[in-house]
């Protein structure tokens, strides 16, 4: 019912850093739990970070330390600052509620980590 939209990707030198944008076609705060996800090819997506309406958040293990994720209630945007970037950070990103099971993907935003 809800659709997300991703934007800010692009390439990115190792090291590097990107913040990552999400919109909602409703309020997202309407939505208690919110998370980035990302899927590289050949590999299942995965849970990168969430955010809850009470601030709470958590990463995986692989970004933890690196990325920050964060929410924006009067911009109804959700965002995702990644920094010290590495290769395997390559994949498309989404964003979408949390857990994602009955929600809907968007087209997601291309994140290359290269030299």
């Known amino acids: 019912q809800v659709q997300f939209v991703e934007s800010g990707g692009g390439l990115v030198q190792p090291g590097g850093s990107l913040r990552l944008s999400c919109s909602a076609s409703g309020s997202m705060f309407s939505i208690n739990v919110m998370g980035w996800y990302r899927q590289a090819p050949g590999k299942q997506r995965q849970l990168v970070a969430l955010?809850?309406?009470?601030?709470?958040?958590n990463y995986a293990d692989a970004v933890k330390g690196r990325f920050t994720i964060s929410r924006d209630n009067a911009k109804n945007t959700m965002y995702l600052q990644m920094n010290s970037l590495k290769p395997e950070d390559t994949a498309v990103y989404y964003c979408?509620?949390?857990?994602?099971?009955?929600?809907?993907w968007g087209q997601g935003t291309q994140v290359t980590v290269s030299s």
């Open positions: 979408n509620k949390a857990p994602s099971s009955g929600g809907s």
């Open positions: 955010i809850t309406s009470s601030g709470n958040t």
